[in-house]
């Protein structure tokens, strides 16, 4: 639908923009393999937007992916990247896409950040500014 592709657009944009196609593609890759696993929603917006809510709103910073709760509005304004991110989206909405690596990755941070969730899973390898992970 065109509200599971703006949702994945924003993901990969706001998470990978800078980070090329490839990037962008690993971050919607993870957001598809969360849609199928039956411990995550299943579907993409509600994905993209899992956390902690208060009054219905997103507690700031206690979300799955982060750009979600950060307090800043989503206005994408780099238009090039806006226009890969929403075409990544359309090919990953509809045809089934896999990464060479991070076939079965669930999560991901930046490289400049050690969470501490990450020694329970699997690290995978990392693409871009980007580590990628999956359930052990």
């Known amino acids: ?3 599971e592709r703006l949702c994945m657009a ?3 944009y706001y998470a990978a923009r800078d980070q090329g196609w ?3 593609v690993a971050v919607g890759v993870v957001v598809q393999n969360r849609v199928k696993d039956s411990r995550y929603p299943s579907d993409i917006c509600s994905v993209v937007r899992q ?4 009054n219905g709103n997103p507690v700031r910073h206690k979300c799955q992916f982060s750009f979600y709760c950060d307090g800043k509005p989503e206005r994408p304004a780099e238009q090039g990247a806006w226009t890969m991110a929403r075409d ?3 090919l990953l909405t509809t045809t089934d ?3 060479a690596g991070i076939e079965d990755a669930t999560h991901y941070h ?4 050690q969470p501490s969730w990450a020694t329970a899973f699997e690290r995978l390898g990392k693409i871009g500014g980007h580590v990628f992970y999956a359930q052990k």
């Open 97 to 99: 896409v896999d990464v």
């Open 51 to 54: 956390g902690r809510y208060r």
């Open 1 to 3: 639908s065109a509200r």
């Open 88 to 90: 990544i989206a359309t």
């Open 10 to 12: 924003e993901a990969v």
């Open 110 to 113: 930046a490289v400049w950040t």
């Open 22 to 24: 490839r990037g962008m």
